[in-house]
């Protein structure tokens, strides 16, 4: 699994992304992209520091009371335009308002729909940024990216902050996931100690266990530990 696309694919998503409400449905294009992107140099340097500690990017607090989850899981719903955070072993939950991928000539959006995990490497500075300066408008604030791959392979699809500096829920992304500015810090500190969490991104709107709809401002009912979840027909039954 390869973590960074070719410099030349690379320009050609950046193109690509002003034009990605015309994409056909199925096409994944490079989120956020644009040339540079990531901190990463002209020669695909792997080892670019993403924060080169001369942003005026005003630097968050990390948060100290957060619950300790044991093992959290992610819910993504496209259409809900939700993130659902849950962990069953404690009963600790959250659903934040998202603003996810752009819709197509087909009316769907680009962010891709599937199961994923979180990074497996919590230590080589690709998958859990906590503070990402470059390019300017993630704002120092932390990025988080799963193993959603892009048409080159490339594991580029993230959660993190609104880009503006307000979250708008709705098809505004270049496929990431964007989530207001408090719920990223908090989401991304809850999961970073955890490798290889699940992360589901489906079409449909969420229901929880009871079958009602999951949005923000209610209380969802959590599946029971080990039973296996009903996802949207987008995705099917998660088979790890």
Known sequence: MRHLAPLSSLILAALAASACTDAPEGEIVDPEAEEGYEG??????????MDDGKSDAPRYAVPTNLPALVDPEIIVSLEGLTVHLFDRATGFQAVYPAGVGELNSRGRSITPTGH?????????GWWFVPRRTNPSYFAGLPFLRITAENSEGAN????????????????????????????????????????????????????????????????????????QITYGASVGPRRD
């Open 40 to 49: 990463v140099s002209a020669d695909n340097d792997p080892n670019a520091v």
């Open 116 to 124: 994923f995990n979180t990074g497996s490497d919590n230590t080589d």
């Open 156 to 227: 580029t699809y993230a959660f993190h902050g609104p880009i503006d500096a307000t979250l708008r829920r709705g098809y505004v992304s270049h496929g990431c996931v964007r989530m207001a500015k408090n719920d990223i810090i908090n989401l991304f500190w809850m999961m970073k100690p955890h490798e290889s969490s699940k992360v589901t991104i489906q079409q449909e709107v969420e229901r929880d266990a009871a079958g009602k709809k999951v949005d923000v401002g209610m209380t969802p009912t959590l599946w029971d530990v080990g039973e």
